[in-house]
């Protein structure tokens, strides 16, 4: 069966800083762009950063630009998301999602992601 876990997630003032996993079970990350979702009660989802096979490319959301930061390991098999100054708009549920991708595809939030986690609650809040 082919698996994402997301954790990190939790409860941080405004300003403060999470770091997001992704950890992949029953396949290896090496042959999958990763992307990073979220979403927000009433909101649509959308991406959030996403990230190459190789890591060589990166996708960012204007909204988080300079602030988040995706990252990969593809030997611990997982997928990272660094968050910085975080914003109470950053309040979200988090997914992570694979694709399947040639290596030399550049990173894109809007592919057709098909495995997906079950999520991580991030709550910013003061």
């Known amino acids: 069966q082919l698996q994402l876990v997301e954790s990190g997630g939790g409860l941080v003032q405004p300003g403060g800083s999470l770091r997001l996993s992704c950890a992949a079970s029953?396949?290896?990350?090496?042959?999958?762009?990763i992307g990073w979702f979220r979403q927000a009660p009433g909101k649509e989802r959308e991406g959030v950063s996403c990230i190459s096979t190789n890591g060589g490319s990166t996708d960012y959301a204007d909204s988080v630009k300079g602030r988040f930061t995706i990252s990969r390991d593809n030997a611990k098999n997982t997928v990272y998301l660094q968050m910085n100054s975080l914003k109470p708009e950053d309040t979200a549920i988090y997914y992570c999602?694979?694709?399947?991708?040639?290596?030399?595809?550049?990173?894109?939030?809007?592919?057709?992601?098909?495995?997906w986690g079950q999520g991580t609650q991030v709550t910013v809040s003061s």
């Open positions: 029953g396949f290896s990350l090496d042959y999958y762009a």
């Open positions: 999602a694979a694709q399947r991708s040639v290596w030399y595809s550049a990173a894109s939030c809007s592919r057709p992601y098909a495995v």
